[in-house]
Nanobody
Framework: QVQLVESGGGLVQPGGSLRLSCAVS????????MGWFRQAPGKERQFVAAIRDDSPFYGDSAKGRFTIARDNAKNTMFLQMNRLEPEDTAVYYCAASNADIINIAANYEYWGQGTQVTVSS
């Protein structure tokens, strides 16, 4: 059974940075495309970034500020978030997919429990 566990969330001031991690167990990370999504209260789950092999893809909100990476040897994925804004406040989820289209939440089979990111002064 595939399990994903996020970590690294927290409270940060506007303009600050956070690095999220997603540890994968039960299956080799390289078997999947991996993605990050986020969900703010009262809003739909939003695509943030994904990575297939070594190719990253970013949602509009992440371009130029966030960087996705994976370490297959450690079975871990990362999301480096810089220049954070209050609008980035949400629960961030990592997910694993076998689908071709990886910017859609419905195409992901496995999900972590989420980690809260709060950007506030």
């Amino acid at each position: 059974q595939v399990q994903l566990v996020e970590s690294g969330g927290g409270l940060v001031q506007p303009g600050g940075s956070l690095r999220l991690s997603c540890a994968v167990s039960g299956r080799t990370l390289s078997s999947y495309a991996m993605g990050w999504f986020r969900q703010a209260p009262g809003k739909e789950r939003q695509f943030v970034a994904a990575i297939r092999d070594d190719s990253p893809f970013y949602g509009d909100s992440a371009k130029g500020r966030f960087t996705i990476a994976r370490d297959n040897a450690k079975n871990t994925m990362f999301l480096q978030m810089n220049r954070l804004e209050p609008e980035d406040t949400a629960v961030y989820y990592c997910a694993a997919s076998n689908a071709d289209i990886i910017n859609i939440a419905a195409n992901y089979e496995y999900w972590g429990q989420g980690t809260q990111v709060t950007v506030s002064s």
